[in-house]
């Protein structure tokens, strides 16, 4: 209802307010938790994974132009952690991400920012699917024509031919 919705925004302005107030220093949990305490909520569960899942797909399509990939071809880029951009040129995973180490990192990622520093690192990442991509983003996909093999087959509960398509991505043409 809107009365929640306006009691969950006030929580947040106070919140964020107590935080910008703080942001010369680095906040420690204990500070974190010390003004969750003042405002009287408990803090947040972590959401289930069924909920993370929605949450990773809502960002995907709220951040289709900053898409990123590993790269295909490994013969040129030799560093791991590199990331190629769908609107150009390459970046890596900020130090600051959960994602950073090597075992953690996904084949395709969304990010909030580019910062340049001494690299172009991608701020605010967040993993995605690629499958994902022609669901949220289809106004960005091209499909082929319609492939050879598989052969095409009859669906006769839909009343229609189905056959197999190659898409692509982006400006790019990721398959």
């Known amino acids: 209802s809107i009365s929640e919705v306006y009691s969950v925004s006030s929580q947040l302005r106070r919140i964020l307010g107590k935080i910008i107030s703080n942001s010369q220093?680095?906040?420690s949990k204990k500070q974190i938790n010390r003004i969750v305490k003042e405002l009287k909520a408990p803090p947040p569960p972590p959401p289930m994974d069924n909920q993370e899942?929605?949450?990773?797909?809502?960002?995907c399509a709220g951040f289709l132009d900053r898409v990123a990939r590993k790269p295909?071809?490994?013969s040129d880029i030799t560093d791991k952690?590199?990331?190629e951009v769908a609107?150009?040129?390459y970046a890596?995973?900020?130090p600051s991400s959960s994602l950073f180490s090597e075992e953690k990192q996904p084949q395709y990622l969304v990010f909030y920012e580019i910062v340049e520093t001494t690299k172009r690192f991608m701020r605010g990442v967040t993993a995605i699917q690629p499958e994902w991509l022609p669901l949220v983003g289809s106004y960005l996909c091209n499909d082929s024509?319609?492939?050879s093999q598989p052969f095409p087959t009859y669906n006769r509960q839909k009343d229609c031919v189905?056959?197999?398509?190659r898409t692509t991505f982006g400006p790019r043409r990721w398959s």
């Open 53 to 59: 899942l929605t949450l990773r797909q809502l960002i």
């Open 81 to 83: 952690s590199v990331y």
């Open 92 to 94: 890596h995973i900020h």
């Open 72 to 74: 295909t071809s490994k």
């Open 162 to 165: 189905t056959c197999f398509v």
């Open 25 to 27: 220093q680095s906040m």
């Open 87 to 89: 609107s150009g040129g």
């Open 145 to 147: 024509a319609p492939l």
